[in-house]
C-alpha cells in the first residue's frame, strides 16, 4: 500500500506520504520535474533528490515501513530547500562514533552526505513532530 498527495506551492511543491518505495520514486521524479521548471541546475537537482532519498530513509529506519512523512521541495533564489517532516518529535538523527568511510561502517553515510550537500541542516520540532531543514546552494 502506497499514498502521495501532492500540493504544488510558489517555485515548489509539499508531498504528502506513506513511505514506500514507490512513493519515494515518485518524489524524487517530481523534484527533478519541478526544479527544471524553475531552472535549477542538474547538478543542484541531483543532489536535492539525493538529500530527499536519504532524509526519507532514515525515517523509515527509525519509524518503519509506511510512516508518514511530508516532504517539501521549493526552489530559492540561492539555491534549493529540502524539508521532511516525520511524526517523531523524540527521536532525532544523531552521528555514529564510527566514521562512515571506516572498514566497520556498514552504514551512516547519511548524515556525512547531509553535512555535505547541504552543511548547517537543521532539525526543528514541528506540529507534526519534527522537521529536518536543509538548504543546498545552487
Known sequence: MWALAVRRRNQGFAAHLSASVRSFRSVRALT???LAEY????DAAESAQLVVS????NSVRALG???PLVVEVYATA???A???HDPDPVLLPRRRAVAPDSAE???GWGLALLDLLAPGWQIRRSAIGKQIRCHLAR
Open 54 to 57: 536519504e532524509l526519507a530513509g
Open 105 to 107: 561502517a556498514e552504514s
Open 39 to 42: 531552472d535549477v541546475d542538474a
Open 32 to 34: 527533478a520535474e519541478v
Open 65 to 67: 515501513d509506511h510512516v
Open 78 to 80: 540561492f539555491g534549493v
Open 82 to 84: 529540502v524539508n521532511v
